[in-house]
DNA sequence: ATAAAATATTAGCTTTGCCTAAATTTTAAT
DNA sequence: ATTAAAATTTAGGCAAAGCTAATATTTTAT
């Protein structure tokens, strides 16, 4: 069968797209290691495989990026997540800091008819929960440019937009300062030891790591 | 991790599970393969595998039973099998015949909360859209005694409730012939000759194979 | 410039799940 | 009761995808 990939391969071409996205140019075996939680040994195998089925360009010892096949199909993928996550937290009741591990699952489900109507169903979304941009059916993704908390000085107010990091233990710390899509946040004071943040979320005062404000994405 | 099963195990669970119901006491290997549309020797295989797991009693050469854990477990996949193919019917716009394939990769997803929250989602329907039962969710299926069309008699009447072959050339006969769920049908002839049978659908005659006559459940 | 450290790749093994061909057991037919 | 046919199991392979240990390449730090 033509155009079948694994869940594997899915997984990978996924993950090289996020990581292209904001490294730019090649993504490196060890970060895939990372980020997909495996051994390197087993990414350079993989990464042969993906450059057999001219997914990914590879050059040895320098790293993978994505074809336009690869591109296109990591899309249908992210696509897939983020319409599925769309369908937890506004139908059926999740919050959407446990949405991520199902929609994991939910993304490798193969029915165009399925995509589409689940698309429908919900309206159209243009955004996920966490504020991250759905891409259309031919591959289209609406990038906003986005602007992280930490990049505001002093005084600035901003609203929630998105985050970087979706990992469950961010996006609980978040829920437990009362910070989510769309609050609004003013910037009170920086330290400049280690940038962190003192922020005004409604009438409490929140202290924010640099990794935190780096994560959150605002707009001014 | 404890109570984890693949997809394929998942998948032999149910298959002896549903040819059980049918035949009862042992299943055997060549009915599973068929089902499964794999060869024997895979069948024997996995058998054992299920074996060491607990999850089915098998004496060799003697066929394969369910234990009580593989009997639930059989029951959660038929359940999320069900469940999602009403989702698809009664939301998404899809077909009854048409669903089938797409449920068949949607009940591996493994999320306890994403079955309860689909099941409250859908108004904790009894049946789905074949006519078959959803187990709840402590795996207690409401049996209704069905009755096959072939069982009625020249000038009975019958509701259909329910199809036996869930196949896609079948339902999709089923439907050119405006027979579908709840549709009233009334015996006018029985063949004797083959079994085939005339019958009433709003104003047109059918004739139905005993085949047919064989694999449509009728209230009456 | 070169040695040490960090990264990446290869080689060889493991598990899952499937396959074919050969051997075994059960069942059916004389 | 034998024996042929049918069903089942075993034996030996294969591909996907992971792992560890060993090797090779690139980068970094002296």
Known sequence: MKNMFTQSEENYLKAIFHLQEEAGEGVSTSALAELLETKAASVTEMIKRLANKNL???????????????????????????????????????NWDEVHEVAEQLEHIRSPKLVE??????????YDPHGDPIPDASGNLPKAPKKRLSQLK??????????????????KFLDDQ???????????????????????????QVLLSKTATDNIYVED
Chains 1, 2 share one sequence.
Request: proline share 1%.
């Open 56 to 94: 990914v360009d590879y050059k040895k010892y320098y790293g993978v990026q994505l074809t336009q096949t690869g591109r296109k199909q990591a899309l249908t993928v992210v696509r897939k997540h983020r319409l599925w996550e769309s369908f937890l937290v506004e139908r059926l009741n999740f």
């Open 117 to 126: 109507e689940l698309d429908r169903f919900l309206g159209r979304p243009a």
């Open 154 to 171: 002093e005084g600035q107010k901003g609203v929630c937009k998105g985050f970087n990091d979706a990992s469950s233990a961010f996006l």
């Open 178 to 204: 009362d910070i989510g899509m769309h609050t609004e946040m003013k910037v009170m004071q920086i330290q400049s030891f280690d940038e962190s943040m003192t922020v005004q979320v409604g009438k409490r």
